[in-house]
């Protein structure tokens, strides 16, 4: 065998084609600044990371409610943006650097639950290391959130992340406390976004007062303005992680994030970014030591219930059970049939109960696309209030629709699957005797989040 025919052998035999995504760089190619500043003052500059607004309305974006501390609330038209799909739900884990260090009010991580606020003072605290905790191998502080809307990668930033960050001294000097940014499918394997600060170092020994330019900092939590009546976030993009190794492995699904996790720079120079230059931030801090974290919201998430009933205006009316069209189809089956949240379900998303030619009882509905969501299709024979609902046929997460055996292994449903028109017909396997009935129906279980 030739050196040729062995090496064609090699790439189709072994399928190393495919193989070859794991030599794709990591981390990508540093991208190009100026990056951007800590607030988007519409200047017409396009920066790749143009910061999110958390509130937006009449007063114009980024501008939030903000309580003045005397009673009096400024901006109280503005709104959460309703680009978020949704916000971090419940702390996984905080475990803050020196604790001992850090006043209990800035120690409450629930804080990090729900949209952001422009209150400087209402974030927690992942606390700072000092040359002597960083000899003694003390780990630097961190926070790890999840989200009931997973986070998945679309066209721009997926997520946005919110501290208190505020300029000092014009729009090219920020006090920010800075933190990598890391995620998770499993909330096992995590992938740090490639993170750039090319700030100089500050004069003397400590300087726990120092300001950055923005401009310089790119993927690291922390530099945009979020107090004071302004409200912004850090927006990441997904699509950054897709050559890592982990992405390449199957490790972490870039359309199903689930858990984000912020870990502490310390600021004196032992941190380095993703290309190898020295880190420099706020240092050594105290009160609130460290990066202050305060919401991080979803931009970008696979259809699920959740992101689809927040299409309904009234937010009592978005439990599944709910029904705001009245229509007397419950939101979450409204939402496995396809109808639009809020609005009724039309004829021909409803299931019909008709007989086959066979003269089988059957129901016909859309074909099941929601992978959040179990059908059954389910007989009784009987509609009172003890009548016993045997399940025949199922389809969980999407998948097919598979009839299901009695415990005689015996299958239950004739299942007829309708390609062109996207609809699925499940029949009872044979007629009904003459005098007995046959109650049929369709039942939608939400899945739970892991």
Not at 16 to 28: E, F, N, R
Not at 220 to 249: E, I, R
Request: hydrophobic residues 40%; negative net charge.
């Amino acid at each position: 065998m030739s050196f040729c025919q062995w090496l064609r052998w090699l790439l189709v035999g072994w399928g190393v084609l495919s193989g070859l995504t794991l030599l794709a760089a990591w981390p990508p190619t540093q991208p190009v600044g100026p990056y951007s500043l800590s607030y988007d003052p519409e200047n017409g500059s396009k920066p790749i990371d143009k910061p999110i607004a958390g509130y937006v309305g009449p007063e114009g974006d980024g501008v939030a409610p903000y309580n003045l501390g005397n009673g009096t609330i400024l901006n109280t038209d503005q709104f959460v943006n309703p680009a978020f799909l949704g916000w971090a739900t419940s702390v996984v884990n905080y475990a803050p650097a020196r604790p001992d260090l850090i006043q209990s009010e800035w120690m409450d991580p629930t804080v990090t639950l729900g949209p952001p606020s422009a209150d400087v003072f209402g974030v927690v605290s992942l606390g700072d290391l000092s040359t002597t905790d960083l000899a003694a191998g003390t780990a630097p502080g961190s926070i790890t959130l999840k989200f009931a809307t997973d986070i998945s990668d679309g066209t721009g930033p997926d997520f946005a992340v919110f501290g208190n960050a505020f300029d000092l001294n014009g729009v090219n000097s920020v006090f920010a406390k800075l933190a990598y940014v890391e995620v998770s499918s499993d909330g096992v394997n995590f992938v740090r976004f490639p993170s750039v600060d090319t700030n100089a170092k500050p004069t003397g020994t400590s300087w726990p007062y120092m300001t950055s330019d923005p401009t310089k900092i790119y993927n690291l939590f922390g530099k945009t303005s979020n107090s004071y009546g302004l409200s912004w976030g850090v927006p990441f993009d997904l699509a950054q992680l897709a050559t890592s190794p982990q992405v390449v492995a199957g490790t972490l699904d870039l359309q199903h994030v689930r858990y984000v996790r912020l870990v502490a720079v310390v600021g004196n120079g032992s941190n380095k970014d993703a290309y190898n230059h020295t880190i420099f931030d706020p240092w050594l801090t105290s009160g609130s030591p460290g990066p202050e974290v305060q919401a991080i919201g979803v931009l970008h998430a696979p259809a699920s219930f959740i992101v689809w009933a927040n299409g309904i205006t009234n937010v009592n009316l978005r439990t599944p059970s709910s029904n705001p069209a009245n229509d007397g189809v419950p939101n979450l089956m409204a939402y496995a049939l396809g109808a639009t949240a809020g609005k009724a379900t039309p004829p021909s998303l409803r299931p019909l109960l008709s007989r086959d030619s066979n003269g089988r009882p059957s129901l016909t509905f859309p074909a099941p696309t929601a992978t959040d969501v179990t059908l059954d299709v389910e007989t009784a024979t009987s509609l009172n209030a003890n009548a016993v609902w045997t399940p025949i046929a199922q389809s969980v997460a999407g998948a097919a629709w598979a009839a299901l055996n009695d415990s005689k292994g015996h299958a239950q449903a004739v299942v007829t699957l309708n390609v062109a028109g996207h609809t699925v017909t499940v029949a009872v396997p044979l007629a009904p005797t003459p005098g007995t009935a046959v109650f049929i129906r369709l039942r939608a279980t939400e899945l739970s989040v892991l």
